[in-house]
């Protein structure tokens, strides 16, 4: 049973059409490219664990480096002509909620370096092990701390690689924090 069937089973039985829908947006360049981050990524490489949204990175036709004003208007517009509604900041996608995120440097990072992996025959990007680190890192919260904890000691890290990202991105001490902890 893949990690994710987990989540489909109990909240979202359509995982597999919310991840054609978003292909679909691709196709019909309203994104230039995405992955899937936070909870739903982190399934895909370790044991099941708790969240209720899909987070879906999106890089935007006209850029989406942070300082950018980003409009996904044509993006929601389309997925309501789709019968997508919202549900406060989500927008429901075959029965699944999902939340856009336009990427900063170090998302278009993730998502540019993202691995195809397949969902029930539906190619789709998963953001790698070692990026969803240092986005969980950076983002400090105890859930996030939880699932780098996880990560960590679950699924294979290219450690040189990892380090490489977070020294760019000045995540050093959150790892390192982080790295104490598990060998204590």
């Given at each position: 049973m893949h990690?994710?069937?987990?989540?489909?089973?109990?909240a979202g039985k359509f995982m597999d059409k919310t991840l054609m829908m978003i292909n679909d947006l691709k196709k019909k360049k309203l994104i230039k490219d995405y992955a899937i981050g936070g909870g739903i990524a982190a399934m895909f490489y370790?044991?099941?664990i708790l969240t209720y949204d899909l987070?879906?990175?999106?890089?935007?036709?006209?850029?989406?480096?942070?300082?950018?004003?980003?409009?996904?208007?044509?993006?929601?517009?389309?997925?309501?002509?789709k019968k997508c509604t919202w549900?406060?900041?989500?927008?429901i996608v075959k029965g699944v909620p999902v939340q856009f995120i336009p990427v900063d440097?170090?998302?278009?990072?993730?998502?540019r370096?993202?691995?195809?992996?397949?969902?029930?025959?539906?190619?789709?990007?998963?953001?790698?092990?070692e990026y969803l680190v240092a986005i969980f890192l950076r983002a400090?919260?105890?859930?996030?701390?939880?699932?780098v904890e996880r990560l960590l000691t679950q699924t294979d890290i290219e450690m040189k690689k990892l380090k490489k990202i977070v020294h760019a991105y000045g995540l050093e001490?959150?790892?390192?924090?982080?790295?104490r902890g598990k060998n204590a």
């Open positions: 990690q994710l069937d987990y989540y489909t089973s109990n370790i044991e099941p987070d879906v990175f999106v890089i935007t036709p006209k850029g989406g480096k942070s300082g950018k004003v980003i409009n996904l208007t044509s993006l929601y517009d389309f997925l309501e002509k549900r406060g900041e989500h927008i440097e170090l998302e278009e990072e993730a998502v370096s993202a691995k195809v992996m397949r969902y029930k025959g539906v190619h789709t990007k998963v953001i790698t092990p400090g919260r105890k859930k996030d701390l939880e699932k001490k959150k790892l390192s924090s982080i790295m």
